[in-house]
């Protein structure tokens, strides 16, 4: 079962209906640890400011039990946009501590002269280091971006796509079963529903 974790952040009902697009059928919306401790794969959804989020997500008291399924069960986890910069320390966005489960911080966006922030729009991704969310990803293909801030990887292995607006930036991550992207598979017609697929069966 992949369970898209609802703690009141992130469009969980159109992440839900692209995967069973894709054909994966057994996916759940829900915030219990019941359902949790059932997963076997976790998407972390995430829409807003990042203090907002992670304070909801705390006080949805599934820290704890989501710790324990991802680091020492290796459940895999895809985090989109916000719930990408979770999995990180920390953001500019806010004071409040990330996960921590990336060695990563999130900034605000560089972009250079004639390229306003926030970027919104359609753009290719150079994917890197093999990982298998990008396994049916073509070079033709174009995700929804939709963001301020960018994250940026101690590890430049961990780095799994970037993007370019005005220069390049990264925009999917992975360490291990963690995983991470920039932009919106939810909003990206038929390139996200191939990556999101690929999470649901490749991971």
Same mark, same amino acid.
């Given at each position: 079962m992949i369970l898209v974790i609802d703690y009141g952040v992130g469009n969980v009902g159109s992440i839900r !209906?692209?995967?069973l697009k894709g054909g994966i059928e057994d996916v759940l919306i829900s915030g219990s640890q019941e359902d949790l401790e059932r997963a076997e !794969? @976790? =998407? @972390?959804? $995430? =829409? $807003?400011s990042? #203090? #907002?989020?992670? +304070?909801r997500l705390r006080a949805s008291g599934l820290v704890p039990a989501l710790e324990r399924r991802v680091l020492e069960d290796g459940v895999p986890v895809l985090g989109i946009c916000l719930g990408m910069h979770m999995l990180g320390r920390s953001s500019e966005e806010g004071v409040l501590p990330g996960l921590g489960w990336i060695d990563a911080e999130t900034v605000r966006l560089e972009a250079p002269e004639g390229f306003r922030v926030?970027?919104?729009?359609w753009n290719a991704v150079s994917a890197s280091n093999g990982s298998p969310l990008f396994a049916e990803i073509t070079p033709e293909d174009r995700f929804y971006f939709l963001h301020s801030?960018?994250?940026r990887c101690d590890d430049s292995a961990e780095v799994s796509a970037e993007s370019e607006y005005g220069r390049r930036?990264?925009?999917? =991550?992975? &360490?291990g079963n @963690?995983?991470? =992207?920039?932009?919106?598979?939810?909003? +990206?017609?038929?390139?996200?529903?191939r990556l999101l697929s +690929?999470?649901? &069966?490749?991971t």
């Amino acid at each position: 079962m992949i369970l898209v974790i609802d703690y009141g952040v992130g469009n969980v009902g159109s992440i839900r !209906k692209m995967l069973l697009k894709g054909g994966i059928e057994d996916v759940l919306i829900s915030g219990s640890q019941e359902d949790l401790e059932r997963a076997e !794969k @976790l =998407v @972390l959804p $995430g =829409v $807003g400011s990042f #203090d #907002d989020a992670m +304070s909801r997500l705390r006080a949805s008291g599934l820290v704890p039990a989501l710790e324990r399924r991802v680091l020492e069960d290796g459940v895999p986890v895809l985090g989109i946009c916000l719930g990408m910069h979770m999995l990180g320390r920390s953001s500019e966005e806010g004071v409040l501590p990330g996960l921590g489960w990336i060695d990563a911080e999130t900034v605000r966006l560089e972009a250079p002269e004639g390229f306003r922030v926030p970027h919104i729009g359609w753009n290719a991704v150079s994917a890197s280091n093999g990982s298998p969310l990008f396994a049916e990803i073509t070079p033709e293909d174009r995700f929804y971006f939709l963001h301020s801030y960018e994250i940026r990887c101690d590890d430049s292995a961990e780095v799994s796509a970037e993007s370019e607006y005005g220069r390049r930036f990264t925009c999917a =991550v992975r &360490r291990g079963n @963690l995983h991470g =992207v920039q932009f919106h598979p939810e909003k +990206s017609h038929g390139a996200g529903r191939r990556l999101l697929s +690929s999470f649901a &069966r490749e991971t």
